[in-house]
């Protein structure tokens, strides 16, 4: 049995989540020891254990220790089915965390269908709108079908948002490379907020001041903004950048992506908010590189699996956790350039 160090790194949740997903996928079972080790309240914490459950909805696997503050985990996976899977993490826990695990398998899958309820927007976790519109356009090349669906947002602390994430395999198209960042099209964005911060135009002020900071690029800029009714009262705001390697048009089936996005926070000003993400997306358009740190970390896996290349403005420690547990289930697949901050996986789809 593979045996995973979760202290390894950063000792984040990171190592758990990658874990089930390429544990389910490869048929290797795990044991995971010292979860979260360095952290305040070190061991399991909600979306992890909704990760396990919905694994267990898709693969019928078999599972120790999995309850709330647990250091200790033991998966063993059974085999993948095409199935509705419904998860309900409680609270503000993160939806876009819990989908960590649960993509990858799905593409290996007739095709699943996830409803999952909990935190859209909030800390410690992509935005949902990072997910749906950075990461999401990425892994549509391994898959026939990939459908994303905001159907509420939730905040911090009483969370209630929800989503649906239908994936459905297909062949894979070509090997991800995200060496070079091509041509700039194209800025978009959303600035979101509950309906009770409508009257103080939370959702305006941050679009703005975000718009602001990115007018000086000269490229296409449209950052929309949306009010919902929602359990807790919250606001963010995400940014991306749309590149092709093409004169005339936007590349689909191999898209180069920039993200930014920055929640709001209590007694800190909307202009705040949309300063910060503007300033993100603008050091990394500046960087000359074609993956931000958070989506070179989130497509590790995916390269451990298929193949491809990631270069990134920042090779973090998120990432290194990510290609530790990659190579404990497929073995020594990666090659890091730490000077021009390429990671390259020749891939091991064949288990």
Known sequence: MIELDGSYAE??????????????????????INIRKGRNMPGLKAQHVHCVKALQQLCNASVKDNYI???????????????NITVDVGTAGSVTLVLQSLVIPSLFSSGVRMQIKGGTDVKWSSQVDYFSEVFLPHIRRYSEKAVFTLKKRGYYPKGGGEIELYVKKGQIKGTLDLT??????????????????????????QAASASSILRSSGIPLFVRTEYQETLSTGSGITLWAIFSKREDDLDIVNPIILGSDVLGEKGRKAEDIGKEAGERLLGLLNSGMPADPFLADQLIPFIALFGGAIRASEITMHTRANIYVCEQFLGKIFEVDEGRRIIRSKGQIAF
């Not at 099209?185 to 409508?198: F, N, P, R």
């Open 11 to 32: 000792g984040g949740g990171a190592i758990i989540r990658v874990g089930l997903a390429l544990s389910t996928v490869a048929g290797k079972p795990f044991r995971a």
């Open 69 to 83: 503050g647990s250091t200790a985990l033991t998966y063993e996976p059974g085999k993948i089915s095409g199935k």
């Open 180 to 205: 070079e960042n091509g041509k700039l099209m194209q800025i978009k964005g959303i600035s979101h907020a509950s309906s009770d911060l409508s009257k103080q135009e939370v959702a305006e002020r």
